[in-house]
């Protein structure tokens, strides 16, 4: 295995909001309106104004705010003032209580994962990870990106949890079934790992680890070094689909957008080439690149990869009008397809980086220096590549008693919370 050296945790300003804002970013986005009054709109910064007062004796306040019926914007302003002034004289108490929690907040910025977290409870795990994806991979030799995929989709929404592995609800529309994810697959496989794990150690492994082992175990079957990874996340109760809309970086983003996204988790620039890396053994699908190459094809493209893009996308002309078969895939590094190397990044110095992203990275100074120094240099690439995906994998961790074991990836356990199933529990009734 390729040893890296003890990554540091993201220290993001961001890192300890997650099962917060997961709670209120639900109630006040996703839920419908009450009955008797008109639909509002909290303002975005609802949540991380409320995310400061997390001392208990302050809590029924945030509950109170939250059973204010929202008629307009407006109408916050007063409130969150009439919250600072009665909050003032609680600051003394408030600022004990929270130095008491210093502590837990720390571990919880510096999670703690273990490299032989199972070595006792499970010793089967990586050898039934490692052969299951093998046996898929000798089916379709496509499976390693997609699994690898699934673990920074995962990772950008609140934490590596495995909340985009929950199946959508009656009562909430999951990650998976976001607009942006529509392109994700292969969860069937983590399901048949998690079953088979669950016959020899029971309610032990959960869906979180499972999707960092996958990760690693693709990159490892696609011919790549196999990293370690440390262990011991706990799956999440709640996955909502508006979370991957406002948190996963878009294809067409600049530079200073992608940035902005992973520093909100707490990666850096090189951590974005780096992980950017991930698309050498990726596929595109023509959606994400119509407005590249119709109705012209983009010039910063390499004249014949663009032309490439066109045929495949509009099965060689015979689709006209700008019509795309959306479901029609292309290899995202044309240099070395289905193999992790370097080849993804000297494709992009030769024109053939598919998403306008790709155009984006060699743009500008801060991470085209990467890009080149990556290009020439397959050993720096791969062992950098290994310390970023671990910085991603710390982001937003559930461990201790957090969360829960799945004894499903796809469906929260029985006797779960009902107002993680349902945030319109959280709501107050509205009078009649």
């Known amino acids: 295995m390729t040893e890296l050296p003890p990554q540091k945790s993201p220290a993001s300003n961001h890192a300890h909001r997650f099962s917060i804002r997961h709670v209120l970013l639900s109630v006040m986005l996703q839920t419908p309106p009450h009955r008797h009054l008109p639909l509002c709109h909290c303002p975005p910064f609802l949540p991380y104004v409320v995310d400061i007062f997390s001392a208990p004796m302050v809590s029924r306040r945030v509950n109170r705010l939250l059973s204010f019926p ?50 006792s409870t499970c010793p089967q795990l990586e050898k039934i990870v490692e052969e299951r994806i093998a046996y898929w991979t000798a089916i379709d030799d496509t499976t390693p990106a997609p699994l690898l995929r699934l673990f920074f ?21 999951a990650e998976k079934d976001a607009d942006i994810n529509f392109s994700l697959g292969n969860f069937f496989v983590l399901d048949e790992i998690k079953e088979r794990l669950e016959e020899v150690c029971p309610g032990v492994v959960s869906c979180a680890d499972i999707l960092a082992l996958t990760a690693v175990y693709s990159i490892k079957q696609a011919g790549g070094p196999l990293y370690k990874i440390e262990l011991g996340r706990r799956d999440a109760l709640t996955s909502f689909a508006y979370s991957s809309q406002v948190f996963l970086p878009n294809f067409n983003l600049t530079v200073d957008g992608l940035l902005a996204n992973f520093e ?11 992980l950017s890396g991930g698309h050498t053994i990726g596929q595109g699908h023509c959606k994400s690149i119509q407005d590249r190459i ?139």
């Open 294 to 432: 119709f109705p012209t094809v983009d010039r910063r493209y390499n004249s014949a990869y663009g032309e490439n893009l066109l045929a495949i996308c509009t099965d060689n002309g015979s689709l006209m009008n700008g019509a795309f078969d959306q479901d029609v895939q292309y290899f995202l590094d044309p240099t070395s397809i289905k193999k992790f190397d370097n080849g993804y990044f000297q494709s992009l110095l030769e024109g053939k980086g598919a998403f306008a992203t790709d155009v984006s990275l060699l743009a500008d100074d801060r991470t085209r220096r990467w890009v080149e120094l990556f290009a020439v240099d397959q050993k720096a690439f791969l062992h950098q590549f290994g310390i970023s995906l671990r910085k991603m994998g710390k982001i937003g961790v559930l461990s201790g008693t957090q969360g829960q074991i799945r004894k499903q990836c796809w469906v929260r356990n029985s006797g779960s919370p009902d107002f993680a199933f349902n945030p319109d529990a959280l709501l107050p009734v509205p009078q009649s």
């Open 264 to 274: 909100n988790v707490g990666l850096d620039a090189i951590d974005l080439v780096a």
């Open 153 to 173: 989709h995962d990772c950008f929404v609140y934490g590596c949890d495995a909340s985009l592995l929950l199946n959508s609800s009656y009562s909430a529309h």
């Open 70 to 119: 929202c008629y307009n914007v407006m109408m916050i302003i007063p409130i969150l003032s009439w919250m600072l002034l009665s909050l003032a004289t609680d600051l003394t108490i408030a600022s004990h209580s929270l130095s008491l929690k210093s502590e837990r907040v720390r571990e919880y910025l510096n999670p703690h994962l273990k490299f032989d977290f199972y070595n």
